[in-house]
């Protein structure tokens, strides 16, 4: 069992940046590829980007790149995702996954993901 924590959302200006944390329980953090999807009101949940459980490995959304970068820090159990250069489009509410094993080229989906957190909510202003 994973349990996984966001943090680090808020409100911010356009063209502001923010650092999105997920913290996940258990000794086995280092054997799970981990995503990050957002999901605004209205819309479907929708992929941002994944990194392979080692770290060696990452995938970004045609929409996000450029922009977010994904990174995980096995010491601490975290997986991050900065964000920057915001738009008021990228509101939404945040949410991170984990994959046992994942394959970085099939974790772009939400049915690929064995837990999740519950989300942090991000707020761009324009």
């Known amino acids: 069992q994973v349990q996984l924590v966001e943090s680090g959302g808020g409100l911010v200006q356009a063209g502001g940046s923010l650092r999105l944390s997920c913290a996940a329980s258990?000794?086995?953090?280092?054997?799970?590829?981990m995503g990050w999807f957002r999901q605004a009101p209205g819309k479907e949940r929708e992929f941002v980007s994944a990194?392979?459980?080692?770290?060696?490995?990452?995938y970004n959304a045609d929409s996000v790149k450029g922009r977010f970068t994904i990174s995980r820090d096995n010491a601490k159990n975290t997986v991050y995702l900065q964000i920057n250069s915001l738009k008021p489009e990228d509101t939404a509410v945040y949410y991170c996954a984990a994959k046992y094993r994942g394959h970085i080229a099939t974790l772009a989906t939400t049915k690929a993901y064995d837990y999740w957190g519950q989300g942090t909510q991000v707020t761009v202003s324009s």
């Open positions: 258990g000794r086995t953090f280092n054997s799970y590829s």
């Open positions: 990194i392979s459980w080692s770290g060696a490995s990452t």
